[in-house]
Nanobody, 113 residues
Framework: QVQLVESGGGLVQPGGSLVLSCAASGFTFSSFAMSWYRRVAGKERALVATITSAGSTYYAESTKGRFIISRDNAKNTVYLQMNSLKPEDTAVYYC???????WGQGTQVTVSS
């Protein structure tokens, strides 16, 4: 069955960087777009970035220029490079295959001094 497993979250100081990974299995990874979402406490889950099967990318305005989404089809993994992190980036980050209903368990990112 489809599985999505995120890793790489943690505590980082403002201005720091972090790389999240999402290992996918149970489907032909290279054929599908993949997305990262985040849920800030008390708010709805919101789109962070998407990468298509062809490698085209889309970013939410709040992360554009700071975050980079990428994928390694040989490893069935999608990444989120997060730079210049701000306290407002604190959230649980999830990866998903868009429109599939499949989500990972999430990984907590906390940006704080």
């Amino acid at each position: 069955q489809v599985q999505l497993v995120e890793s790489g979250g943690g505590l980082v100081q403002p201005g720091g960087s972090l790389v999240l990974s999402c290992a996918a299995s149970g489907f032909t990874f290279s054929s599908f777009a993949m997305s990262w979402y985040r849920r800030v406490a008390g708010k709805e889950r919101a789109l962070v970035a998407t990468i298509t099967s062809a490698g085209s990318t889309y970013y939410a305005e709040s992360t554009k220029g700071r975050f980079i989404i990428s994928r390694d089809n040989a490893k069935n993994t999608v990444y989120l490079q997060m730079n210049s992190l701000k306290p407002e980036d604190t959230a649980v980050y999830y990866c998903t295959r868009p429109h599939s209903g499949y989500w990972g368990q999430g990984t907590q990112v906390t940006v704080s001094s």
